[in-house]
């Protein structure tokens, strides 16, 4: 169960990136919901540039929807073996009917799949929430930025690849 007003994006200052590779970093960003998704981008392209990437290394895509990061995660996997990382970034909010419930379920399972078909970090920064409030609280208000966390997520998962391949 989740922790009640846990804020990771606080300790996200506390984490040293380090790798002795140069990485490259897709962030494939939803316009559905885009006052949210430009918040959830720039805390992740900030956190990143923060951590030491640079700006050439991170390369930003968009999508219609969040129903499209999969495949494009996918797409930018295949066609292009110089990223590393990619970072998936998306606003889901409950509606008048199921098709929230599809979306995501259909957003998450994608994109854990492209993950372990390609054996590649591919982070779910994709809010799933009830409410626009909800959303805003969790883009930059009282429960942080999550895409602050995805960043993080992202980095400490290509730490992971280096030391499970010995890079």
């Not at 392209?45 to 990437?53: A, E, F």
């Not at 009917?97 to 599809?102: L, P």
């Not at 390609?118 to 809010?127: A, D, E, K, R």
Request: with cysteine; net charge neutral; proline share 2%.
């Amino acid at each position: 169960m989740a922790e009640k007003q846990k804020n990771l994006s606080e300790n996200a200052a506390a984490f040293q990136f380090y790798t002795q590779r140069k990485v490259t970093i897709g962030i494939i960003v939803s316009e559905w919901n885009a006052s949210i998704t430009s918040a959830l981008l720039e805390g992740a392209k900030t956190t990143l540039l923060k951590q030491g990437i640079n700006a050439s290394q991170i390369k930003i895509y968009h999508v219609p929807g969040s129903f499209e990061l999969p495949s494009a995660a996918s797409m930018l996997l295949e066609a292009n073996d110089a990223i590393d990382a990619i970072i998936c970034l998306g606003c889901v909010i409950q509606g008048e009917t199921r098709h929230f419930e599809f979306i995501s379920h259909a957003v998450a399972s994608g994109i854990t799949q492209i993950s372990a078909n390609y054996n590649s970090p591919v982070i779910f920064g994709v809010l799933t929430c009830d409410t626009i409030k909800q959303a805003e609280e969790r883009s930059g208000g009282n429960h942080g930025n999550k895409g602050i966390e995805a960043a993080i997520s992202c980095l400490k998962m290509l730490m992971l690849q280096d030391k499970i391949y010995n890079r």
